[in-house]
């Protein structure tokens, strides 16, 4: 349930609610809205308790959450959240481009994607340093040594650095070097990673699972949210279809459907998305269009010789060009006819 405070409720007893909804064997979250705080009150609940917190000082009224997730919900948050790490800023009205290859391969690799990428008007770097592989012989990634390169690319270039984590044993590695931690979508109902990076000061890309639904993607996010990392952001990569022109099927409505359900931002992923690169600057521009509050796209300087995902990865040039469509895209929505 949700206690909502009153407009001019104090500090004093907004702490005080925090305690009594405590007190009741519930977890307590505040969220802070522009208008009013509310403290959503999870857990296990009695008609009593809801009675009981009704009579707090200050509380305005307390109301049931109706979605299965609660605290990704915009019933207890109506205004969009935005997610800020250093240059990144995704939601409410800021557009996040994360862009880089699919893999970080060697220094000159990654530095000049990152030059490249920076130049173009990308607000932060991708590269996998752990790689989820459908084959144990494909290349699983440079590991620490790639996590450390990443970081030299932000020393360089100020990107923040957005780069996967595969298991609860690597989240403290990670978060020591990454600025964005993001849970593929092979892990994205894998609850003990979601709960371990929800115990972490690290904004969370959470990607949709090829078959997850949008509820269980809201679910996942929420195990990460209720270890108190309220800065998740929504993946939209694909899912898997009948269809075969594609690598996976791109949905769309993804977009204003989440938006709808939850102020979490969302982010598209063109790239993973249809597994083409002469499809990701039109689909880049579709999800802007359809109010994406990110993107993340996969460029790489040559990609006839990357390790992973050539096929999908735009070259320096082309993703220049899809930024400007891109942008163009953004203004004519920003702008009143
Ligand atoms: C990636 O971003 O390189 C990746 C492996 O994505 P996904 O988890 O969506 O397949
Ligand atoms: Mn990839």
Do not use: W
């Not at 049931?64 to 959240?81: D, F, M, Q």
């Not at 390790?307 to 929505?333: C, H, K, N």
Request: hydrophobic share 45%; proline share 6%.
């Amino acid at each position: 349930m949700i206690v909502v405070m009153e407009k001019n409720a104090t500090s004093e007893q907004v702490a005080h609610m925090v305690d009594r909804v405590q007190q009741l064997g519930l977890k307590a979250h505040v969220i802070e809205g522009t208008e009013r705080t509310v403290i959503a009150a999870i857990g296990d609940k009695r008609e009593t308790m809801r009675e009981s917190l009704a009579s707090g000082e200050g509380v305005a009224e307390v109301v049931p959450i109706l979605a299965p997730y609660k605290v990704a919900s915009r019933e207890v948050k109506p205004e969009p959240t935005c997610v800020e790490r250093g240059s990144l800023k995704v939601g409410a009205g800021h557009l996040g481009v994360i862009a880089g290859p699919c893999s970080v391969e060697s220094e000159e690799q990654i530095m000049e994607s990152a030059r490249a990428v920076k130049a173009a008007g990308a607000t932060a770097l991708r590269g996998g340093a752990f790689k989820p592989r459908t084959s144990p012989y494909s290349f699983q990634g440079l590991k620490e040594e790639g996590l450390r390169l990443l970081a030299a690319a932000r020393e360089e270039t100020g990107l923040a650095v957005v780069t996967e984590v595969m298991s609860t044993e690597d989240v403290e590695l990670v978060a020591n070097y990454a600025d964005v931690l993001q849970i593929g979508a092979r892990n994205m109902q894998n609850y003990r990673l979601l709960e371990a990076v929800g115990g972490v000061d690290r904004p969370v890309l959470l990607k949709r699972g090829a078959s997850a639904t949008m509820e269980e993607l809201l679910l996942a996010a929420e195990y990460i949210l209720n270890e108190g990392n309220p800065n998740v952001m929504l993946c939209e990569r694909g899912i898997r279809t009948f269809e075969s022109h594609t690598r996976f099927t791109l949905p769309l409505a993804t977009v204003p459907y989440l938006q709808h359900k939850t102020h979490l931002p969302v982010v598209i992923d063109p790239s993973h998305g249809t597994g083409h690169a002469y499809l990701v600057p039109p689909m880049a521009a579709a999800a802007v269009a359809a109010g994406a509050d990110g993107l993340i796209i996969e460029v790489h300087p040559s990609p006839e010789h990357a390790m992973s995902d050539g096929y999908q990865s735009l070259t320096p040039a082309q993703f220049a060009a899809t930024m400007v469509r891109v942008r163009a895209v953004a203004q004519a929505l920003a702008a009143t006819p």
